[in-house]
């Protein structure tokens, strides 16, 4: 009987052993935050954050009304200041030597992300989003417009908590946003937009991909963009894909319009498109012109 009592006893400290160590980590998980919304609020009442009480205050107030984000942004009209705060979450290393490494690259993506916030809340909804369709390519050109309109840069302050979040803020002055002229700033928009195509075409095109880059490479031919390794690229997934009547008209409107700008590498992909495309003459001919090209630039040296 007594031995019964024993194993009683024994099991009854077990539990409060055990509720108190779920006691411990629950409020370890709420001191530093076990979701986005809770993530920002520690970071913000924490942080020697070099902004007013009055911002904090707003950007806590904000965060707390919007629970569900992960990212929020909301301005100061007084102090002529918008504020961006974005979280993502941490992945957790397999090896905890290497979590260092996982919680910077968290802390990169948090800023850039920040950053995107901030452009989007500046832009107010003023991008064509209709013209400008694939919304990373777009998101990718705003951020790249406002970091090149905002005198002085942007500041701002990251950290990652407790190796489950990277949250970080930026902020700046609405006055410090220069405006460009409108032929200028929708030319380098159409830039940076079709660029960000044409490398996650390249990208979907090497990892085999051909009808999604194709896609994607349309995308970039609607945009009207002059550039002619975005013309062979194109061409090659048309050729990959064994659709070889668009290889070759895609590839002969390429020659036709841009041959005075061709170098001579792109000369020869072109004939060779065109060569295993089916057109062996014609293949053959722009292949001389390559050649052409190439012997101009030796006589030139």
């Known amino acids: 009987m007594k031995m019964n009592y024993m194993n009683l006893f024994s099991k009854v400290r077990l ?103 901030l452009a989007l809340y500046l832009d107010n909804g003023k991008l064509n989003r209709q013209s400008f369709s694939n919304e990373n390519a777009a998101n990718y050109a705003l951020l790249m417009s406002y970091r090149s309109k905002i005198k002085g840069g942007i500041q701002s302050l990251s950290r990652a908590i407790n190796d489950d979040y990277a949250v970080s803020l930026v902020w700046v002055k609405r006055g410090s946003v220069k405006e460009d002229s409108k032929i200028q700033s929708e030319f380098q928009f159409t830039e940076d ?66 041959s005075k700008d061709m170098k001579p590498d792109e000369m020869a992909n072109a004939g060779k498109i065109l060569f295993n495309a089916g057109q062996k003459d014609e293949g053959f001919n722009v292949l001389e012109l390559a050649y052409g090209l190439l012997k101009s630039q030796g006589d030139k040296k």
């Not at 979280?87 to 290497?98: E, G, H, L, T, Y």
């Open 193 to 258: 937009y079709c660029k960000y195509l044409y490398k996650t075409a390249n990208d979907l095109f090497n990892a085999k991909k051909f009808d999604e880059a194709l896609k994607t490479f349309h995308q970039i031919h609607y945009m009207t963009w002059a550039n002619i390794d975005a013309y062979i690229g194109a061409s090659l997934c048309f050729l990959k894909m064994n659709q070889k009547e668009d290889a070759i008209k895609l590839t002969s409107e390429l020659v036709n319009v841009f």
């Open 15 to 117: 539990s409060i052993l055990s509720l108190t160590a779920l006691l411990l980590i629950a409020c370890a998980g709420a001191a530093f935050g076990n979701s986005f919304d809770a993530a920002a609020i520690y970071f913000l009442k924490e942080s020697h954050l070099s902004i007013s009480d009055e911002a904090k205050n707003l950007l806590i107030s904000c965060v707390s009304n919007d629970r569900n984000s992960r990212g929020w942004a909301d301005e100061i009209i007084s102090e002529d200041t918008v504020y961006a705060i974005e979280v993502i979450a941490i992945p957790q290393a397999k090896i905890k030597s290497n979590q260092n490494s996982n919680n910077q690259a968290a802390v990169r993506r948090s800023l850039s992300r920040a950053t995107l916030r």
